[in-house]
C-alpha cells in the first residue's frame, strides 16, 4: 500500500523506485501483490505513464493515509532519537549554495556525523512534497514564500555595488548615486533585477537611477568575475561580494545608501512541509543553519 501511495504520488513506477531505494521491477510487484491481494486492477500501465482505474482512485486515498502515518511515526522516533541519523534531501538556488551554503556543512557534518546531506543546486522552486525534498533555501522578498510552507528565517541579504580598484583608477569613483549614470554597470538583467536602481538614505530624498552597460548576466558569480577584470560596476548580493571585499580585490560604493525597490533587501529562509513531528536530522541542520546566519 505505501509503494502504491508513491506511485500515484509520483506519477510512475521509476521515480517511486528511486525515492524508495528500489528497483522499478520491485515496485511493479510490489503494486501486482496489492492487485492481486485485492482482486483488482487499480493502475492502467503503459510504456509512458500510469494512471489510476476507477476503483484506484477510491482506493489511493486510504493507502496515502497509511503512509502519511508511517512518516510521522518514523519521524517521532526520529525526534526522540539521541543522535539524529539519515540522509536529508536539500534544494538550495545554485549561487547561493556555492557561496554560502556548501560551506556550512563540513562543520555541520563533523558534529553530526550519522546525518548525510544530499544538496541539489537549482535555480527553480522545487515542489518539496512531490519532488521529495526535506529542506529548501529561499530568498525572498516579505509575502513571497509559498503558502503552505513553514519558514524559518536564516538571515538578511542585501544588494551591493562593487568595483574594482583598476576600474576606478580609470574612470573616476562616483561619488553618489546619479553619478552611475555615467558609468558601466554590469547587472542580472531579468524579473525585478532591471536598468532602475532606487536608492534611499537616512535625512535625504529616494534616488532613482537608470544605468547601462555591456554586459547583463543571470548568475551573480558571473556579474563577479567580470567586475573583478575591470569591465565595470557590479550590482551582486553581499554573500556573493564579501570574499573579494575582504581580499580588498573589489571596493564597495555608496555604504550610506540603500538599494529598494527591485533590488532591496531580501530575507533567507529555510522551507520545510508542515509536519506534526519535524525529523531531528532536518532540525539540526536548521539550528546549524540558522546560526551560522547569525554571524553573516
Given at each position: ?17 528511486r525515492q524508495l531505494g528500489l528497483t522499478t521491477s520491485a515496485v511493479s510487484r510490489a503494486v501486482a501483490r496489492l492487485e ?29 493515509r497509511i503512509a502519511q502515518t508511517a512518516r510521522e511515526v518514523s519521524a517521532l522516533a526520529g525526534r526522540y532519537a539521541m ?162 571585499l575582504d581580499g580588498q580585490r573589489l571596493r564597495s560604493l555608496f555604504p550610506d545608501w540603500r538599494l529598494v525597490g527591485g ?34
Amino acid at each position: 500500500m505505501l509503494v502504491f501511495a508513491k506511485v500515484v504520488d509520483l506519477r510512475g513506477f521509476a521515480p517511486a523506485a528511486r525515492q524508495l531505494g528500489l528497483t522499478t521491477s520491485a515496485v511493479s510487484r510490489a503494486v501486482a501483490r496489492l492487485e492481486s491481494h485485492l482482486g483488482v486492477k487499480l493502475l492502467n500501465r503503459t510504456t509512458r505513464s500510469v494512471s489510476l482505474t476507477e476503483l484506484g482512485a477510491e482506493v489511493y486515498p486510504g493507502c496515502a493515509r497509511i503512509a502519511q502515518t508511517a512518516r510521522e511515526v518514523s519521524a517521532l522516533a526520529g525526534r526522540y532519537a539521541m543522535v539524529p541519523q539519515g540522509r536529508v534531501r536539500v534544494s538550495a538556488p545554485t549561487v547561493f549554495g556555492e557561496v554560502w551554503l556548501a560551506r556550512q556543512l563540513p562543520a555541520f557534518l563533523a558534529r553530526w556525523p550519522e546525518v548525510e546531506v544530499d544538496l541539489t543546486l537549482i535555480d527553480r522552486m522545487v515542489d518539496l512534497a512531490d519532488e521529495g525534498y526535506d529542506l529548501a533555501i529561499r530568498i525572498a522578498t516579505p509575502g513571497s514564500l509559498s503558502p503552505g510552507l513553514v519558514a524559518r528565517a536564516l538571515f538578511e541579504m542585501s544588494y551591493r555595488l562593487v568595483a574594482a580598484p583598476a576600474y576606478l583608477a580609470a574612470h573616476g569613483e562616483p561619488q553618489s548615486p546619479p553619478e552611475l549614470a555615467t558609468h558601466r554597470c554590469i547587472y542580472l538583467g531579468y524579473g525585478p533585477f532591471q536598468d532602475r536602481l532606487d536608492f534611499e538614505r537616512d535625512g535625504h530624498e529616494p534616488v532613482s537611477v537608470r544605468v547601462r552597460g555591456p554586459l547583463t548576466i543571470n548568475n551573480s558569480k558571473g556579474i563577479l568575475s567580470t567586475v573583478e577584470a575591470g569591465l565595470g560596476i557590479g550590482i551582486v548580493p553581499d554573500f556573493t561580494s564579501a570574499e573579494a571585499l575582504d581580499g580588498q580585490r573589489l571596493r564597495s560604493l555608496f555604504p550610506d545608501w540603500r538599494l529598494v525597490g527591485g533590488y532591496g533587501v531580501r530575507t533567507v529562509h529555510a522551507v520545510y512541509s508542515p509536519s506534526r513531528f519535524l525529523p531531528q536530522k532536518v532540525r539540526v541542520l536548521i539550528d546549524h543553519l540558522a546560526a551560522a546566519g547569525s554571524a553573516h
